[in-house]
Nanobody, 123 residues
Framework: EVQLVESGGGLVQHGGSLRLSCAASGFTFDDYAIGWFRQAPGKEREGVSCISSSDSTTYYTDSVKGRFTISSDNAKNTVYLQMNSLKPEDTAVYYC????????????????WGQGTQVTVSS
């Protein structure tokens, strides 16, 4: 059974940090790129970051560049999203998702999704 399980969300003050984890199982982790998406209430889902399986290239949406860092521990089949200098506008449900080999900014390209973890940044 394919599973992506996010953890690490919570409530944090403006300027604080959180580290999200995405633990994967049930598929060949090394063959898949892992992306992070988020969806705030009343807004469309947006791609936040992605790490490629082939060469570990990382991608970030402009609003999080310099603040968020994505990394992968292939031995643990886990991808992390370190989020620093958090802002209230980062408040959303964060999802990780898996796509075969290459990163994409389009959710419809992804094959597997986690259940999401809530991140709330207070002002």
């Amino acid at each position: 059974e394919v599973q992506l399980v996010e953890s690490g969300g919570g409530l944090v003050q403006h300027g604080g940090s959180l580290r999200l984890s995405c633990a994967a199982s049930g598929f060949t982790f090394d063959d898949y790129a892992i992306g992070w998406f988020r969806q705030a209430p009343g807004k469309e889902r947006e791609g936040v970051s992605c790490i490629s399986s082939s060469d570990s290239t990382t991608y970030y949406t402009d609003s999080v560049k310099g603040r968020f860092t994505i990394s992968s521990d292939n031995a643990k089949n886990t991808v992390y999203l370190q989020m620093n200098s958090l802002k209230p506008e980062d408040t959303a449900v964060y999802y990780c998702a898996a796509v075969f080999v290459h990163c994409s900014w389009y959710g419809q390209d992804f094959d597997y999704w986690g259940q999401g973890t809530q991140v709330t940044v207070s002002s």
